[in-house]
């Protein structure tokens, strides 16, 4: 698998574009792919570029991206950015029987039936957001365990837990975020490269499912 590049940027908490992408995740989608050339016509640059990314708001804003090609940060609006580093993120040296701390930021969601008409259940028909913390641990076991096991899993609601955004069709769509912490021994390093590079769950877009994991120390 090719490398991939990992950012991290500490952004100007003041600035009127920064501001705006604290509020807003679609503020927040496009103040991040400004450092992206336009994709292909009718290809989203967010998937063609492999773009993913979260917003951390510990102290000063930072915004960590992931790409398959490397952006070019000096493209941002003048004074948003405080610094930022670029870096290859080189994912094959992954073992299996290998303990990790993961962190994500991601959607919980489960598909829900709903009733006919006419009585009975359609199957798989809608998706409401898992609001219990039993049903959340579960929700990161099961997508993760493709990958590993996890433990230890402590979770939270960040800034901007809810998150309601537009659609092209002026639909209004809600993203509940949750961070996941925690630790995975390896089982199939394969599957957690794949989980790595393409992201976990709902909202990508609006800066969810991004999987970080670092070595034990």
């Not at 400004?34 to 063609?48: E, I, K, L, M, Q």
């Not at 993913?52 to 000063?60: Q, S, T, Y």
């Not at 912490?181 to 769950?201: A, C, F, H, K, M």
């Amino acid at each position: 698998m090719s490398d991939l590049w990992i950012s991290r940027l500490r952004l100007a908490p003041h600035h009127p574009d920064v501001r705006a992408a604290i509020d807003d995740p679609q503020a927040l989608h496009r103040l991040t792919m400004s450092a992206f050339p336009d994709a292909p016509s009718g290809v989203p640059a967010r998937a063609h570029f492999g773009v993913l990314f979260r917003l951390e708001m510990n102290g000063a804003p930072t915004l960590i991206v992931q790409s398959v090609v490397a952006p070019d940060w000096g493209r941002l609006p003048d004074g948003a950015l405080h610094d930022a580093e670029t870096r290859p993120l080189v994912l094959d040296g992954l073992a299996v029987g290998e303990r990790l701390r993961f962190r994500l930021i991601a959607n919980p969601i489960r598909a829900v039936s709903r009733p006919l008409p006419g009585g009975g259940f359609k199957k798989h028909s809608g998706r409401e957001p898992i609001t219990t913390e039993e049903g959340r641990t579960a929700w990161i076991e099961r997508v993760m365990a493709p990958a590993g096991v996890v433990s230890g899993v402590a979770i939270s609601n960040p800034i901007g837990a809810r998150m309601v955004t537009h659609g092209r069709d002026d639909s209004r769509r809600r993203f509940d975020a949750v961070a996941f912490e925690g630790i995975i021994e390896v089982s199939d390093p394969d599957n957690l490269r794949r989980l790595l590079r393409d992201g976990i769950g709902k909202g990508r877009a609006f800066g969810l499912g991004l999987l970080s994991v670092a070595r034990m120390r």
